[in-house]
């Protein structure tokens, strides 16, 4: 299930990102993109904890390394933290190790439920 980032025009200009901007959740990891700057490879069995966070604009736009986590953020608003059993490795562009991600997608509440629901399938 594709999951579109929020995003705006002005977004794509800052950012300076071509490519697609989506987090794609499937049953075996969610795979989060903002074109050619940044990419997340999250395994569903790896996520222990799905939480969500307000990401501010004065926090920056963009792939980020803050507060112990990668953030994905094309747009500031309300975003999903997917939290892992373990560090994964994400390019953002480029190599760096982190156990929490923070994605920032049109529809936080429906990604949260798919991401969730996926773990859920995973376990039983």
């Known amino acids: 299930m594709i999951f579109p980032l929020k995003s705006s025009r002005w977004s794509r200009l800052w950012t300076s990102s071509g490519g697609p ?28 904890r799905v939480l969500r966070l307000r ?10 390394i803050t507060r112990g986590m990668v953030v994905f953020a094309p747009s ?11 560090p994964i490795t994400v390019r953002c562009p480029m190599e760096w190790s982190t156990s929490r991600v923070l994605v920032m997608v049109r529809d936080p509440a429906a990604f949260a439920g798919a991401v969730a629901a996926r773990r859920a399938a995973s376990e039983g």
């Open 21 to 48: 901007y989506e987090a794609d959740v499937t049953d075996e990891s969610v795979n989060v993109r903002i074109g050619w700057v940044g990419h997340a490879e999250v395994p569903i069995a790896r996520v222990v």
């Open 55 to 64: 990401w501010p604009w004065w926090a920056g736009l963009g792939v980020r």
């Open 76 to 86: 500031a608003g309300e975003g999903v933290v997917l939290e892992t059993d373990e």
